[in-house]
């Protein structure tokens, strides 16, 4: 099912400057032709409103049905024995690659029930390792055929949105190289590497993602919210762009008024229209929704 769903007016889906911004790049880049994008990604989100108790604390059986049916769904297989299957051969060395920002990290819940489904598809448990700032001298990470990246989302000073995407920097040594024009080239990042060639599987974890943040390691409690969702799919730029149209719908309702992510993470776009890495448009992806769609904002 496609949709563009509420959040994506004519005012676009990250800003009104978005446009200006991709023309500007792709005339720095002197005309260079645009690469051929994949025909169509799907993409699954699914929420469970009772994930996340009133206490902060996850449901571990909530969570771990939220992920099998979110896999599921996304390889179209019969039961997420075989959806984890298809994924994962047992000669697989799989790096999971996680985000541990203090403030907001990826849920060790998360992370393992991610390992537990792994070792599930036969996958030997010295080849499986979850690392984040350590991943270029992990020695499962050097020799992975299979990665697998999983973040929260969150507002990010540098990037605009702290994304999938985003989330492989720590794969360079000098991850600055990547901050300029609000991280725009973290598309190239995934090329040069060969990340993208290794990526089974990005999961955006929205349980209760951040819409806004000042400063470069922003964090307030007030705008933080229990969406209680996982946006899950092999395109990561479909997956950060559903995550981006959500979080834009949540900033348009807070502040009562259109109030543009800052800075526009265009990286999202630009991995698309310069890198060809995957599709930003609404109109390319289809997206499957599945458990709870009060409140789902896409």
Known sequence: ?????????????????LTAVVAAVLGRRGGAETPARPGRSRVVLVRDPEVVGGDGELSIERLVRMLD???????????????????FRPDDVVGVKSNVWAYLRTPPT?????????????????????????VLGNRVFKRATALVNVRPMRAHHWSGLGTCLKNYIM????????????????GALWKRHGLAA??????LVMLTPQ?????????????????????LGTDPVAVDA?????????????????RPISPPPHHIELADTVHGLGNSSPARIDLIRIGSQEGVLV
């Open 69 to 87: 049916r979110g896999v599921t769904a996304l390889v179209g297989a019969e039961s997420a024995t075989a959806a984890w299957r298809r994924l």
């Open 242 to 258: 559903t995550g981006a149209r959500i979080i834009q719908a949540k900033r348009d309702l807070y502040f009562g008024e259109h």
């Open 211 to 231: 819409f806004h943040g000042v400063g470069p390691h922003g964090y307030s409690s007030r705008y933080v919210w229990g969406y209680g969702g996982l946006i």
């Open 198 to 203: 290794k990526t089974r599987l990005n999961i």
């Open 171 to 186: 794969f360079v040594p000098r991850p600055s190289a990547y901050h300029p024009n609000a991280c725009a080239d973290l």
């Open 110 to 134: 998360l992370e393992g029930a991610i390992r537990r489904r792994i070792l599930g598809a036969g996958v030997a448990p010295e080849n499986v390792a979850i690392d984040d700032r350590g």
């Open 1 to 17: 099912m496609s949709d563009s769903g509420p959040g994506l007016t004519r005012r676009g889906f990250l800003g009104g400057s």
